[in-house]
């Protein structure tokens, strides 16, 4: 996978140090993998990631776009840690059938597949991963996900990116808040669509915006929607939009 880096937190205080900033329990990898994400002290997402158990050091899986970010924040929260943060040559092999030895169930999602850190890519070929993603309401930094946005409106928790019984981490009282409110009013959501509509178009309902189109197939999308206007008719653009369902638990 061209679009991923990984970095390496090695060093005895590696983990300890990680407990403490990032969204998910550090103490769940046990030779696995989990998703997380740093926040800013605001509660808005700075990226998501995995992490992946390497003995005493973590790998960190992220989108290569926003690794010298990550890097330069985690370096600057690092103090007296006793810690190192390198960038590796490792590379990110995904699939879905014939995992490798050393390849790791994706925790976001079953039919996300497996993912494998080597010197070599063993990804296997012809696998339509927006479309996958898509129907399983499983976002993507860059596209869905950017810095303005909040964890919990993009289903972290039912993508196990967030632990809530954990303790603190950077953001985790505005986090907090939010689940513990009565119901999200917007967020992530799949929609149908009565044919292609582009990136980023807003969807009306009755002369009002009441969200806007995502990642999307011919007849399926990804959608930032307000809940309320859901049951209505939504247009983007001249393309019919009706919601399916959302990524929240209750």
Known sequence: MRDRTVLCVSGPDAKSFLQNLVTNDVTKLNNNIIYSALLTPQGKLVTDFFLVDAGQDVLIDVNSKVSDTLLKLLSLYKLRAEISIDKTDLKVSSGIKNKPQKGLEDPRHPKM???????????????????????????????ELSSDSYILEYGFENLNGVDFKKGCYVGQEVTARMKHKSKLRKGLALVGTKGSVAFDTPINAHKKIVGKVFSSTKNQALAYLRFEFAS????????????????FKD
């Open 113 to 143: 597949g497996w993912r494998c850190y080597s010197n070599e890519d063993l990804s296997e070929k012809n696998i339509d991963w927006e479309k996958i993603r898509i129907e399983n309401l499983v976002p993507e930094f860059g596209k």
């Open 232 to 247: 209505q008719k939504m247009m983007a653009g001249e393309v019919e939009v009706t919601y399916q369902k959302n990524n």
